[in-house]
């Protein structure tokens, strides 16, 4: 088999077709020549070198965030292309979630063109950008991408990413001290996967927001044909890593997922580790903001379902993040039955 013969999967790549997609009339530049390449030469170019996938960029020239020719290029690849959209940084989420549904995977950020300066104000891009479960691909020269780290530590993607992390890490060095043999590959996909369901995209409407998360591993473990054994092992330690000592009873990973989301989340037994233990963790993933961010993190992930914080601590974000909220009380439900007694 030669290199043409081999199935690949090309990251990369711009259609531009200004005979049906006209560009747009202030662009800096217009591409001509062997630049241009419609979406039907495009799946004769992949036929050609057997390429099986592809990304299809919206290019920052011609069209700027005029996406209808990189849309109809997707609709087009019969399943097999995935795109990049350019969007501006007030976009609703609305038109993100329609880009989604296209096969959109995430907005350029290009600071190489756009300079550091105009994305530097850009939380509710990339707030929303995480709330639908997107990527926002950052393009940028030299040293350009130091100037977006604040924004960056800022935003919920990144704050539950460093939360997962420090979550897997805290869980290893626990693991250590305990001696708890243990599955590091299903610890890891338990521990980045356990605050998926927070993330519109995971997010159902009716279940709790552990289960959306835990189903979301099930469903990535299965593409990976993981024998069910383990799968339902990752699904039982995202499912209860919220639910105080049942897990302490269980496998280890799933003992591990909840004492490393304990830890990280309130610093309990803070003293379990040691302070070098604790620096380097933090050093690798640091804690920006991540009270504040953490507490805003679980709000928006409930308070369009209530009822599942119910005989959770999530009735104490309600509580302290939206107006009105009135915690249920058991009591009451219980006094109400219909049952005479």
């Known amino acids: 088999m030669t290199i043409f013969d081999e199935p690949k999967i090309d990251c990369h790549n711009h259609v531009i077709d200004p005979l049906h997609f006209p560009y747009i009339e202030n662009t800096r530049y217009r591409p001509s020549g062997q630049e241009i390449g419609t979406a039907l030469q495009f799946r004769a170019v992949m036929r050609a070198y057997g390429v099986k996938y592809a990304l299809v960029v919206q290019p920052t020239s011609g069209y700027g965030t005029d996406n209808r020719c990189m849309l109809d290029a997707l609709a087009r690849g019969e399943g097999r292309l995935k795109g990049i959209g350019l969007v501006p940084n007030d976009v609703s989420k609305a038109r993100l979630a329609e880009l989604k549904a296209q096969g959109v995977l995430g907005v350029t950020v290009n600071l190489s063109i756009e300079g550091v300066d105009y994305f530097s104000q850009a939380d509710t891009l990339f707030n929303r950008l995480a709330d639908l479960d997107m990527f926002a691909q950052i393009q940028y020269q030299k040293d350009q991408l130091l100037g977006l780290l604040p924004l960056i530590g800022r935003t919920r993607t990144r704050l539950l990413f460093d ?158 993040t939206v107006p009105g909220y009135v915690r249920p009380n058991v009591c009451d439900a219980i006094q109400s039955s219909r049952f005479e007694t």
């Open 163 to 320: 939360h997962s992390r420090r979550v897997y890490l805290w869980a290893s060095l626990q693991a250590e001290r305990l001696g708890l043999d243990h599955d590091a590959e299903l610890l890891y996909v338990g521990a980045m996967f356990h605050d998926v369901g927070l993330l519109e995209g995971h997010r159902s409407e009716h279940e709790r927001f552990e289960i959306d998360g835990a189903n979301a591993a099930r469903a990535f473990l299965a593409r990976h044909g993981l024998p069910e054994e383990q799968v339902m092992t990752v699904w039982q330690s995202i499912a209860l890593h919220t639910t105080r000592q049942v897990p302490e009873y269980m496998q280890p990973e799933v003992r591990l997922v909840a004492l490393g989301v304990q830890y990280d989340v309130l610093g309990s037994p803070f003293d379990t580790l040691t302070a070098d233990q604790r620096d380097a963790v933090v050093a690798a993933h640091p804690r920006t903001s991540f009270q504040r961010g953490m507490i805003e993190a679980l709000a928006a992930g409930v308070r369009d379902k209530p009822e599942t914080a119910i005989g959770t601590m999530l009735t104490d974000i309600l509580e302290a």
